[in-house]
């Protein structure tokens, strides 16, 4: 259920509100794994058991990858919707679909933990805006004061969920990239995955993996 709640508010966006905050912060490109040539066409795998949210985040990752010019394939549609990797096909099986799909390089992605930690935010006070030492008379004082209002304080959970894409070479099975990042108290689903998986793309461009946007 928790990980159903995450990825329903977070996974199709990174452009964050001001409450939350996102970062990479750990990466890894395996130079000697790099083909000569960017992958022409991947095949993309969120590790999850929510289905509808597997699709969800394998859609949104298709969508920016084919309107950009890069071929790709989700999951979802090559194997079955409840296809659990460890029990229903063998490791041969599984890269023949993906090999006969078309596809050179296989994407991860995986919720790796959400990490909550409660704090206390104090309460806040609005009153007359009167100075400290406003004792004129105990009337002028309880009239100035009384109306003063106090907003009690409260607990609240902080989230930070941590998260890893992975990047396979299909003919070897290396892995070629690996980016770990994490988001604070993410406020909006569309707009941290939309965000992420931009960056995700830009970086691959940079790093020699997918092609730049086609002109055709």
Known sequence: MKTKILLSFLLLSVVMSCTSSQKVTSSYLNKEAIPANPYKKLFIAVLAKDMEMKKAVENSFRSLLVKNGSEAVVSHNLFAPNFEAYSNISREDMLKK???????????????????????????????????????????????????????????????????????????????????????????????????????????????????????
């Open 98 to 216: 993906i090999i006969d799909a078309g596809c050179d390089g296989i994407l991860t992605f995986t919720l790796l933990d959400v990490l909550e930690k409660e704090r206390y935010e104090t309460g806040v006070v609005y009153g007359s805006g009167l100075p400290y030492g406003f004792y004129g008379s105990f009337y002028g004082y309880y009239s100035h004061r009384f109306p003063t209002v106090y907003s009690p304080g409260y607990y609240t959970t902080d989230k930070t969920y941590l998260f890893e894409t992975n990047l396979y070479d299909v003919k070897n099975e290396a892995l070629v990239w690996s980016v770990q990042s994490k988001a604070y108290n993410p406020s909006s689903y569309d707009r941290w995955f939309n965000g992420y998986i931009k960056i995700l793309r830009q970086q691959m461009i940079s790093d020699g993996l997918i092609p730049e946007k086609s002109n055709s």
